[in-house]
């Protein structure tokens, strides 16, 4: 029975090397930068950063619920996976954390971009080849603030998911499987200020859970067309979930409302710079667009602010 499962940890030691794939040296690998675009909010159930730097993660994997405890020992990264989903965990742990990223690819062809890639050597892309895991929170926070959106994410986690497997620490969930997001009760989609285009967005999207898994494994671009063809979910949406479930080195976020200012600002002091701009800027990145807007996110090279930020809406006093 579930209930009565007695975790048995799993430990693979990966290399320095073998986890920082072509181009990249033993040591060079970040696990914060590489694992962070999974993390959603500080309080995140399912993602812990412990005093020591270890890195807890809770996931659901196609043979059931597992941790991951992973953690730097020089130029070797050490690793413990716990649950059911534990062996499933193993076989992909390389790729989880950049394995499969190939950042000799990438050519800085911007002063600041560069300065950012030399600062940054230890990033990786993720590749978690796990959709619904990274739909379900980015459907969350469409049209909201990023603290609406992890608080939302916190409580449904936290009321429907279930404990993390093994010795996780206290407080860290597994998300619920699909068939449970699709059942949660409209009022509780209300509680978790979630509004109904949102909520029916990841109910539909629970519904043909299999058929979105199956984006994991084709190219990004197609991963893209099969996320888009559930109504509620844009180029936005599919963007930032093929990012990490695919580990898409060269799909750009269009849509967003701060990021073509961001580009804009960083690479031609263009501050107004709409998604058509943007994209023109990162044309001489083609192949590795992603990592140069992620790099030029990490250089915290960005605009002045002028407008007030976006109010925050609590729907569950309605």
Not at 77 to 88: I, R
Not at 210 to 226: K, N, S, V
Request: hydrophobic share 40%; no cysteine; proline share 10%.
């Amino acid at each position: 029975m579930a209930g009565r499962f007695v975790p048995r940890p799993t430990r693979t030691t990966t290399r320095g090397g073998d986890v920082d794939g072509p181009g990249g040296g033993a040591g060079d690998l970040d696990l914060g930068l590489t694992l962070g675009p999974l993390r959603r909010g500080p309080y995140d159930p399912t993602f812990r950063i412990a005093p020591t730097g270890e890195i807890w993660r809770a996931t659901r994997t196609p043979q059931g619920p597992a941790t991951l405890r992973v953690r730097a020992r020089g130029a070797e990264v050490e690793a413990d996976t716990y649950g059911p989903g534990a062996a499933w965990l193993d076989a992909r742990l390389p790729a989880l954390l950049g394995a499969e990223d190939d950042p000799a690819a990438f050519v800085p062809r911007h002063r600041l971009v560069l300065a950012a890639h030399r600062r940054r050597p230890g990033l990786r892309l993720t590749r978690t080849g796990l959709v619904l895991e990274s739909l379900i929170p980015t459907v969350l926070e469409q049209k909201v603030t990023t603290t609406e959106a992890y608080g939302s994410w916190r409580h449904l986690v936290r009321r429907y998911g279930e404990p993390a497997p093994g010795p996780a620490p206290e407080g860290m969930y597994v998300m619920p499987d699909a068939r449970t997001w699709a059942r949660i009760p409209s009022w509780e989609w209300h509680r978790a200020n979630v509004d109904d285009k949102r909520a029916a967005t990841v109910v539909r999207a629970a519904r043909v859970a299999p058929r979105l898994e199956e984006a994991a494994l084709m190219e990004p671009p197609a991963a893209r067309a099969r996320l888009e063809l559930i109504p509620g979910i844009g180029p936005w949406t599919s963007a930032e979930t093929v990012q990490r479930s695919n580990g898409a080195a060269d799909e750009v976020t269009t849509g967003d409302l701060h990021l073509p200012g961001i580009i804009g600002w960083a690479l031609a002091r263009d501050r107004t710079a709409d998604d058509a701009a943007m994209l023109e800027l990162l044309a001489p990145y083609a192949g590795q667009r992603h990592r140069a807007a992620r790099l030029i996110l990490l250089s915290g090279h960005t605009p002045p602010r002028r407008a007030p930020r976006f109010a925050p809406n609590d729907i569950t006093r309605i």
